[in-house]
Every structure is written in C-alpha cells, then in structure tokens.
Antibody
Framework: EVQLLESGGGLVQPGGSLRLSCAAS????????MSWVRQAPGKGLEWVST????????YSADSVKGRFTISRDNSKNTLYLQMSSLRAEDTAIYYC??????????WGQGTLVTVSS | DIQMTQSPSSVSASVGDRVTITCRAS??????LAWYQQKPGKAPKLLIY???SLQSGVPSRFSGSGSGTDFTLTISSLQPEDFATYYC?????????FGQGTRLEIK
C-alpha cells in the first residue's frame, strides 16, 4: 500500500524558512517522480514543484522559483521542500504526491504552513 | 502557461442524477488531462488520467472524454459519496496547471 506522510509544517514569520518532509513507503521510491502541490485556505490546487526519480531534474512554479527547493533522498525514501523567504501568500496545506506521467496518483494527507507575524 | 477553465464553478444535483463537468485548456494538450475529486478536509484523489482512463479502484460511474482543448467528466448516476469538489489538471507540459474546481452540491 502506498503511503505518503508529510511533516514539518507550522507557523513561521514572513521572511522565514521551513523544511517540509514526506516519508514514502509501499512503492519503489527511486523509480517515480514526486511533487509538491499546495492549497491555500478555501482555494484551489496549485502545483509547486516536481523532481525526477533520480533527483537530477526539477521543475518549479514561477511563484516559488528562487525561494523553494525540492530535493529527495532515495536512500531514506524521503522527499523534501526547503522553503525560504516565506510570504503570507505561501500559507497553505502542502501535499506531497507520487507522480507518474505528470499526474499525481497518490497523495499524502498534507501539512499546514502558516506564514504570519 | 496553459490555463485550465472549468464549468460550471458549482452545480447542484440529486442522488441518481447524471452530471457533466467541462474543462477547457487554453492550448492543445492532446489527451494529457487528469481529473481529481476532493472532499472537505481530505487530500485529492485521482479519478481519471489520460482524459479517459479510469484509475484503479474508481467506480465505473465516473468517465472522462475529450482531447485537444475540450474535456468532460461525467458521473452517470450520482451517489451520496460523490458530493465533493472536482479539479481538472493538464499533464502535457510544465508548469502543471489545475482548473479552478467545480463544487458538486446536494440539491
């Protein structure tokens, strides 16, 4: 059974940093791309970033480019999102998702990031 | 970026009704379209991929069609558990983009 468990969310001040983690199990982690997708309170889904199975290729939304970095540790079956220079508009639930052919076939339960002073 | 536009934004229907949701892409995405269902407080769930392929475990009352720029998600006979928000997503090129969502409510 595929399981994705996000952690690392919380309250952070504007301009601050936070690192999210997503622990994966139930599939061969290194074989699949992984993504982060976020959802602001009461809003729709916004794709954030995707990383290839090897970690050698990444894609990010313009809204986070230069501030967020996606990475993975295949030895630990873990996906990361390093977030810096956080803004109020980054407040959202952040989901990690197993990604195949650019579709998210399994999702974690999400972790809430709140950016506020 | 490819813009995805869903219609309607919300729809009210009754159990047993047939419902169709439309998604339009701002440029040709072939069949690179997925549909997701999201219930309040829960993560999205993949329903349809490649425009018309049913994800494993999804009931057959859900179906998808279309190619190019125009796509539809149809629920043939609404069940109580289908009341949720539905999103389309283009998977043709990065950046990946979602529609704004369609809220399906009980009449």
């Amino acid at each position: 059974e595929v399981q994705l468990l996000e952690s690392g969310g919380g309250l952070v001040q504007p301009g601050g940093s936070l690192r999210l983690s997503c622990a994966a199990s139930g599939f061969t982690f290194s074989t699949y791309a992984m993504s982060w997708v976020r959802q602001a309170p009461g809003k729709g889904l916004e794709w954030v970033s995707t990383i290839s199975g090897s970690g050698g290729t990444t894609y990010s939304a313009d809204s986070v480019k230069g501030r967020f970095t996606i990475s993975r540790d295949n030895s630990k079956n873990t996906l990361y999102l390093q977030m810096s220079s956080l803004r109020a508009e980054d407040t959202a639930i952040y989901y990690c998702a197993k990604t195949f052919n650019r579709k998210a076939d399994y999702w974690g339960q999400g972790t809430l990031v709140t950016v506020s002073s | 970026d490819i813009q995805m536009t869903q219609s309607p934004s919300s729809v009210s229907a009754s159990v047993g009704d047939r419902v169709t949701i439309t998604c339009r892409a701002s440029q040709d995405i072939n069949s690179w379209l997925a549909w997701y269902q999201q219930k309040p407080g829960k993560a999205p769930k993949l329903l349809i991929y490649a425009a018309s392929s049913l994800q494993s475990g999804v009931p057959s009352r859900f179906s998808g069609s279309g190619s190019g720029t125009d796509f539809t998600l149809t629920i043939s006979s609404l069940q109580p558990e289908d009341f949720a928000t539905y999103y389309c997503q283009q998977a043709n090129i990065f950046p990946i983009t979602f529609g704004q969502g369609t809220r399906l409510e009980i009449k």
